[in-house]
T-cell receptor
C-alpha cells in the first residue's frame, strides 16, 4: 500500500514567483526522491534526500531546492518560476538506498506557471 | 546510467497474456532490472524487479535473458485497468540514487 501523499493537487503560479510543494512519505521510509514530469514525457529526477541530507541531484538548477524532515515529510521549493517549470511534480519514498528498494510514488502536484 | 530500449506502443486484447520487451545491452553485473507503470493521471507504480533469475509476484512475471541483455514483463491476463505506460529501468545495485525513466511502452488493452 503506497501511502505517499502530496499537496496541493493543483497549483497555478505566475512567472517569477516562488512555490513550495509538500510530500508525506510512508512511515519508516528514510529516502525521498523528487521528479519532474513534463506532459508526454517520463519523469526526470530532481534530487533525493536520505535521512534529511541531500543524497544526489539531477540536472536541475539551484533554484530547485528541498528539505526532508524527521517526521517523514519533505518539501520541494522552486524559486523564480519559469514557464518551463509547468509540469507534474512527483515525490517517491523508499526504505533506504539499496538497488532493490521499491519506490512508492505519490499522485503528484500539477504546477502551471503563467 | 545504462540505457534501456522499449517499443513505443503495444496493444493487447482483454484477458490475454501480454509480453512487454525491454533491451538493455549495456547492463552491468550490478544493475537491477525494475519495471514501473504509470496509469493515466497517476504517479508511477512499482511492478516488479529482478537481478538474474526470473521473478513472479501478484502483479506480473519478469523473465530475464541468460545474458541479461534483455528482459520481458509478462502480464498473464490483461485487464482494462492494465492500460498504462510501462517503464523498464536499470538501477545500480549499490545505490538507488535515482530512477532514470525513458519514454516507456504505452500499453492499450482492447475490450
Amino acid at each position: 500500500e503506497t501511502g505517499v501523499t502530496q499537496s496541493p493537487t493543483h497549483l497555478i503560479k505566475t512567472r517569477g514567483q516562488q512555490v513550495t510543494l509538500r510530500c508525506s512519505s510512508q512511515s519508516g521510509h528514510n529516502t525521498v526522491s523528487w521528479y519532474q514530469q513534463a506532459l508526454g514525457q517520463g519523469p526526470q529526477f530532481i534530487f533525493q534526500y536520505y535521512r534529511e541530507e541531500e543524497n544526489g541531484r539531477g540536472n536541475f538548477p539551484p533554484r530547485f531546492s528541498g528539505l526532508q524532515f524527521p517526521n517523514y515529510s519533505s518539501e520541494l521549493n522552486v524559486n523564480a518560476l519559469e514557464l518551463d517549470d509547468s509540469a507534474l511534480y512527483l515525490c517517491a519514498s523508499s526504505l533506504g538506498l539499496a538497488g532493490n528498494d521499491e519506490q512508492y510514488f505519490g499522485p503528484g502536484t500539477r504546477l502551471t506557471v503563467t | 546510467d545504462a540505457k534501456t530500449t522499449q517499443p513505443n506502443s503495444m496493444e493487447s486484447n482483454e484477458e490475454e497474456p501480454v509480453h512487454l520487451p525491454c533491451n538493455h545491452s549495456t547492463i552491468s553485473g550490478t544493475d537491477y532490472i525494475h519495471w514501473y507503470r504509470q496509469l493515466p493521471s497517476q504517479g508511477p507504480e512499482y511492478v516488479i524487479h529482478g537481478l538474474t533469475s526470473n521473478v513472479n509476484n501478484r502483479m506480473a512475471s519478469l523473465a530475464i535473458a541468460e545474458d541479461r541483455k534483455s528482459s520481458t514483463l509478462i502480464l498473464h491476463r490483461a485487464t482494462l485497468r492494465d492500460a498504462a505506460v510501462y517503464y523498464c529501468i536499470l538501477v545500480l545495485r549499490g545505490s538507488a540514487r535515482q530512477l532514470t525513466f525513458g519514454s516507456g511502452t504505452q500499453l492499450t488493452v482492447l475490450p
